[in-house]
């Protein structure tokens, strides 16, 4: 599976650029205290609205804070949150989807009925209202994300459980006594996580945006925190005289967003079967010839 992850990536010039974007993003979020030119929540107001220059790349904002340490820092609030959150959302679903598809019976009943429930509801409003209630905050975006976002991913990885669940090697387990924790563990884990990795990279966009949106409504991260919808916020009060300050916080969700979005789009075609069977008749052939 490796070496077609890495035959497939080579042949997918969109695919590398992603890969790219992500991992320059994740890096630059890690070392944004060491290469931030500038501390992000320090104001000096007689420099606001800076153009670019060498020692603000990017300019400064309406308290002359540096735009570019301010994006930088803004990596580890809504990148890194939103990982974090993703992080929160899979484990609490694999383990509810798993216990569902394993178990069976009234438990596996129980469990998706409230699945259901939960789909139900539309998944931005229902964390719209839960930080409403809840009040402004990153950990309250955090659990807002996991309550609402949970059922969804335990009811893929339920039907993938029962999926394997049928293979002849789990049914062997299941017959010389193998506890039903090993099984997973072992077993059914292995196989369900290129899917589990597929659904959370194609969703850390949409709780990227979630994240940026409710900032810029004021009900997220609070200043002077640096965030990327934060700096939206900010910046859309002189919209109309400096223009340009929407730009790099704008640019960085989109291209950010974009990129994992693409990513995903790059496993979920790598791990489909029909590819993976044309890849091994591909093979196949140029080893005859």
């Not at 964390?127 to 309250?140: C, Q």
């Not at 900010?234 to 919209?239: D, G, I, Y």
């Not at 960085?252 to 079967?273: E, K, Q, S």
Request: glycine share 8%; proline share 5%.
């Amino acid at each position: 599976m490796i070496p077609f992850f890495f035959q497939q990536l080579r042949r997918d010039g969109f695919a590398q650029i992603c890969l790219a974007i992500v991992i320059i993003v994740i890096v630059a979020g890690i070392l944004a205290p060491w290469v931030a030119p500038h501390d992000p929540t320090e104001t000096a107001v007689r420099l606001k609205y800076q153009g670019s220059s060498f020692l603000y790349p990017l300019g400064t904002d309406n308290l002359g804070r540096c735009i570019l340490s301010r994006l930088l820092f803004g990596i580890r609030t809504t990148v890194f949150y939103s990982l974090f959150a993703m992080a929160l959302t899979l484990s609490f679903g694999c383990i509810i989807g798993m216990i569902s598809g394993i178990s069976g019976g009234k438990i596996d009943e129980v469990l998706m009925r409230l699945c259901d429930i939960m789909l139900s509801f539309p998944g931005e409003v229902m964390i719209l209202a839960l930080v409403g209630v809840l009040g402004p905050g990153i950990e309250n975006i955090l659990l807002a994300v996991v309550v609402v976002k949970w059922s969804w991913y335990a009811r893929m990885i339920r039907g993938a459980v029962i999926q394997y669940t049928h293979r002849n090697y789990v049914r062997y387990a299941e017959v010389i006594g193998t506890p039903p924790v090993h099984i997973l563990r072992k077993h059914i884990l292995p196989v369900t996580m290129a899917e589990i990795i597929i659904l959370a990279t194609s969703d850390i966009g949409s709780v990227i945006l979630m994240i940026s949106a409710l900032s810029f409504l004021g009900l997220g991260v609070q200043a002077p925190t640096p965030e990327w919808g934060n700096m939206l916020s900010e910046a859309k009060n002189v919209m109309i005289l400096h223009p340009e300050l929407m730009l790099p916080a704008g640019l960085a969700i989109v291209i950010v967003v974009a990129a994992f979005n693409g990513l995903g789009d790059f496993l979920r075609d790598v791990t489909d079967p029909a590819n993976r069977r044309s890849h091994i008749v591909y093979q196949e052939k140029n080893n005859d010839i």
